[in-house]
């Protein structure tokens, strides 16, 4: 029930109503709805030409006023950079990386006073070409153009500080090598837009990958993980570079690989590079991987082991070396040469030429050829870092050819080819595939014999045999058991062989009773030094240079030396097997 | 009918405020969001910086000097002991000895 003073309530609104709508009808009534037509009209039209006026107002103040300064037209095309991933060696220590950089640009069109620009600008750059920047700035229809790239931040501040208008910075990815020069012709260089071309950052394009980015912008792919150590690497280049100053050489080469898995601890060449600057200097061009040259008697070991292999001679086999070898017009001698007949074991113990030339005649021309190219010396070797160097053959291989090639001469070789061939012969007689890039501990690779575990055993026995009692004396590291192979090759020159000018160099493999590394170490035309006993032979400069390189490295690599008191025992005194390990991310 | 008229256009006037509420929230966490993707950038970068600083230091021939003055070297066969029993309780004594001199 509803109370009477709601009723009365309800019944004055409705009343109201009724009046309201009387009223309405009354306007109704005094404004016809034909008049409100026009009207309405009219202000819809005003309403709308105010509208476009307003549009049209903007337009013509834009057109007037110009471009604000938000919006910079980037029409020409900007290059592109790239992010890549980072380098870092088998321990996850950092090789490479991207940094963020300053990159100046100008925008002609807003530059003031070019000659002031100019100027200032060759204050902080005095490199600057000034001409080609007058050129750039001189075209105001251009809004942009590259100043400098990859600038510093403290560069960066000096050239805002000079406060010129026009001038703008864009934020790019630079490659940074926080080890400098360590690992500098391994790791190649990139160009100005971080893309690789040259070595391990070529590959790192081609095969791992990278991110092609606008502006600074850091890349998510994991890291590339060489098979480096760079402790090995540092040792390595330290050890050629005291080599160099020692015995007065030109320029030295290095190589540290692990003989079963093929992975190379380190890589080195003197004179180095730096992978921040590419390098277009031939004479900085990589020894171990880009250049060939003719080897000399670390080749003896693989005529050897070709005639062990074949089953043509024993390392007791004896050969008549005292007359000198002759051959068409050519004579073969040694220089040291032997008062009576040599045993195989001899012949590679003192390293005789006149020796190894008469096991390669026994075999022939076909068969050292057939072994060569199993032991993947005369095909082009790839690896990561890009095709190593193809060896340079005779283009007729016949009995001088055999003769010469017996003791590495007449075919000319990459180190890096050779050193894997000599893998094969220590490390029990299988393949060996080199690469750059660590390989997982359980990574088995499959085993293709290349020569029979018994001729790896001789050989072992052999280059064990040269440090001990032959040419390689002074590689002999106490408590590594060193077995080595001296070469002391003539280098060619226009018409034959240069006088005195010799790459001497040793092939060592360590320890001999199970060989797990093998350093391979070359002199390039050294000089007769005091330290080198006024000689130049390899048996003086090349085998001690091994011999020191190995000393340092062979904790590093966490082998521990067997003491010559104690033979075989492994002393628990220390655990060189756990180096610092940091990841990089 | 009037009241359906009215009550709509209270709801679009309604729905307007809360459109316009909604898209200047939005607005405002893209705003951070962006603010946020530049301080990781910033710290993505720093790090990047900050890494191959680290490297730097740490590289080889910057440590070797260091090491090498502070007496440090490779380690060699003569540093290993041929009974490692025996040379303990030897470093044991001479510590022992040591620690009475210093006492």
Redesign the interface.
């Known amino acids: 029930m509803m109370s009477p003073a709601k009723r009365g309530i309800e019944l004055e609104s409705s009343i109201d109503n009724a009046e309201m709508e009387k009223a309405d009808g009354a306007e109704v009534v005094a404004m016809p709805r034909a008049a409100n037509g026009p009207l309405r009209t009219l202000i819809a039209t005003a309403a709308m030409a105010l509208f476009f006026m307003a549009i049209g107002a903007q337009l013509v103040r834009l057109a007037l006023m110009g471009l604000s300064d938000s919006s910079i037209s980037l029409s020409e095309t900007v290059a592109q950079s790239f992010a890549r991933p980072d380098i870092v060696d088998r321990n996850g220590r950092l090789l490479a990386t991207d940094v963020e950089a300053y990159s100046l640009f100008a925008d002609p069109a807003r530059v003031i006073d070019r000659d002031e620009v100019i100027e200032k600008l060759t204050v902080v750059f005095p490199d600057l070409d000034r001409a080609a920047l007058r050129k750039d700035l001189s075209d105001r229809t251009r809004r942009f153009a590259w100043v400098r790239r990859g600038l510093s931040p403290r560069v960066a501040q000096q050239v805002h500080d000079l406060g010129l208008p026009g001038l703008n910075f864009r934020r790019e990815l630079r490659r940074a090598y926080p080890g400098g020069k360590l690992a500098g012709h391994l790791l190649g260089y990139v160009n100005i837009d971080n893309k690789g071309v040259a070595g391990i950052e070529r590959y790192v394009d081609e095969m791992v990958g990278v991110e092609s980015v606008d502006g600074a912008t850091l890349t998510e792919r994991p890291p590339v993980r060489l098979s480096i150590d760079i402790g090995i690497q540092h040792a390595l280049e330290a050890e050629l570079d005291d080599a160099v100053a020692r015995y007065k050489a030109k320029g030295a080469a290095g190589l540290v690989m692990d003989v079963t898995s093929g992975e190379v601890l380190a890589s080195a060449s003197d004179p180095d590079v730096d992978p921040g600057k590419p390098n277009t200097d031939n004479a900085r061009a990589d020894k171990i991987a880009a250049s060939t040259f003719e080897l000399g008697s670390v080749f003896k070991t693989m005529t050897v082991a070709m005639a062990l292999d074949a089953g043509l001679v024993t390392t007791d086999t004896v050969f008549n070396v005292t007359p000198s070898l002759t051959s068409g017009k050519f004579t073969i001698g040694d220089v040291h040469a032997s008062k009576g007949p040599l045993s195989v074991a001899q012949i590679f113990e003192r390293s005789s030429n006149v020796g190894a030339a008469m096991i390669a005649l026994q075999a022939g021309a076909q068969r050292q050829q057939d072994f060569l190219r199993r032991m993947q010396l005369l095909d082009t070797l790839k690896t990561e870092a890009g095709s190593v160097a193809a060896p340079q053959l005779p283009p007729r291989w016949g009995e001088i050819e055999t003769i010469t090639a017996s003791y590495g001469h007449g075919i000319a070789l990459a180190p890096l080819q050779f050193a894997v061939a000599a893998c094969a012969l220590v490390n029990g007689g299988n393949k060996v595939t080199p690469t750059f890039i660590k390989r997982a501990p359980d990574a088995g690779q499959a085993q293709i014999p290349l020569v029979s575990a018994a001729t790896s055993q001789r050989l072992r026995d052999l280059m064990r045999l040269n440090v001990t009692h032959g040419t390689g004396k002074q590689a002999e590291v106490s408590g590594y058991r060193v077995g080595g192979k001296t070469g002391t090759a003539d280098i060619p020159g226009v018409g034959g062989y240069r006088d005195g000018a010799v790459i001497s160099s040793f092939l060592a493999a360590f320890p001999m009773d199970n060989p797990r590394y093998l350093v391979f170490v070359l002199l390039f035309e050294p000089q007769a030094t005091k330290e080198s006993g006024g000689e130049v032979l390899a048996a003086r400069n090349a085998a001690p240079t091994a011999g020191r390189v190995i000393s340092r490295i062979g904790p590093l690599l966490g082998l521990l030396p067997t003491q010559a008191a104690a033979q075989g025992t492994t002393s628990t005194a220390f655990d060189a097997s756990a180096p610092a390990k940091y990841e990089a991310r | 009918m009037r009241i359906v008229i009215l009550a709509a256009l209270m709801m679009t006037l309604a729905s307007a405020v809360v459109l316009y509420s909604s898209n200047y929230d939005t607005r405002q966490l893209e705003a951070r969001v962006a603010e946020q993707e530049r301080v990781i ?1 910033k710290a ?2 720093d790090i ?2 900050l ?6 230091l ?4 910057r440590i ?1 000097p260091l090491a090498r003055k502070l007496g440090l070297g ?4 003569r ?4 009974n ?1 029993d025996e ?1 303990l309780a030897r470093a044991t004594a001479a510590d022992d000895v040591s620690r009475k001199k210093g006492n």
């Open positions: 950038e993505r970068g990047a910086v890494k191959a600083e680290r490297a730097h740490a590289r080889p021939d070797e490779p380690a060699s066969e540093q290993l002991a041929a490692p040379a």
